[in-house]
């Protein structure tokens, strides 16, 4: 059971260069989350996808784009990366109800240069 | 946005020793669930133990435990008998159900174990 997917796990951009991190569970969850993790300020949602086809902005949408392709994947892009962007992202995904809790996947590390 | 606060942004242990690591949050809900997460060096996010705040019995998994305070709106993790592989950063996080599928996290405590 592979859980959640991310790739890649490491990049390293140029300032202005796009790209687009792909996410992608197994488990048959409604909802989906991306997250960046910096040093000292825990993890802030950017975007998260409470169904299929549905998208709402998070606590740190600007400077990114999101896609939920179908239930099982959720991409964020970056349209012209910037220094401030340097992170590690993480997706998670989680189903509805209860004491479910978020399942996560290993990180992507992206820094800008 | 609910806010979840963990005060201390790094802790030491001896091996086998307990420590405990605060979390208190904000809400005025009365129906919501909290979370404590490990952070190991390798980056994964592992969930380490889970309490409905509509249960008055603290959760234990193994030497995991929570002293979960609902009207002080306290959820603090008790580590017993710590072992070196409890070196982590740990991430309290809070969801209620009347706010959708959100979650909030903390900033984070840092465990250092010390043999």
């Known amino acids: 059971n592979a859980g959640v997917t991310q790739t890649p796990k490491f990049q390293v951009l140029k300032t202005g260069q796009s790209m687009t991190l792909q996410c992608a569970q197994d488990?048959?969850?409604?909802?989906m989350y991306w997250y960046r993790q910096d040093p000292g300020m825990g993890l802030r949602l950017i975007y998260y996808?409470?169904?299929?086809?549905?998208?709402d902005k998070g606590e740190v949408p600007n400077g990114y784009n999101v896609s939920r392709l179908n239930k099982r994947e959720f991409s964020l892009r970056l349209e012209s990366a910037a220094p401030s962007q340097t992170s590690v992202y993480f997706c998670?995904?989680?189903?509805?109800?209860?004491?479910?809790?978020?399942?996560f996947g290993d990180g992507t590390r992206l820094s800008i240069l | 946005a609910q806010t979840v606060t963990q005060s201390q942004p790094e802790m030491s242990v001896q091996e086998a020793e307990t420590v405990t690591l605060s979390c208190t949050y904000d809400t005025s809900e009365s129906d919501y669930y909290l979370f404590w997460y490990k952070q190991p060096p390798s980056r994964q996010m592992i969930l380490v133990i889970r309490q409905e705040a509509y249960k008055q019995q603290n959760a234990t998994e193994n030497r995991f435990s929570v002293n979960f305070q609902k009207a002080a709106k306290s959820f603090s993790l008790k580590i017993s008998d710590s072992q070196l592989g409890d070196a982590a950063m740990y991430f309290c996080?809070?969801?209620?159900?009347?706010?959708?599928?959100?979650?909030?996290f903390g900033t984070g405590t840092s465990l250092t174990v010390i043999p």
């Open positions: 996080a809070y969801r209620s159900p009347n706010t959708g599928n959100q979650f909030y």
């Open positions: 488990m048959n969850h409604n909802s």
């Open positions: 996808s409470a169904s299929e086809g549905t998208t």
């Open positions: 998670a995904s989680f189903r509805q109800g209860g004491n479910q809790p978020q399942h």
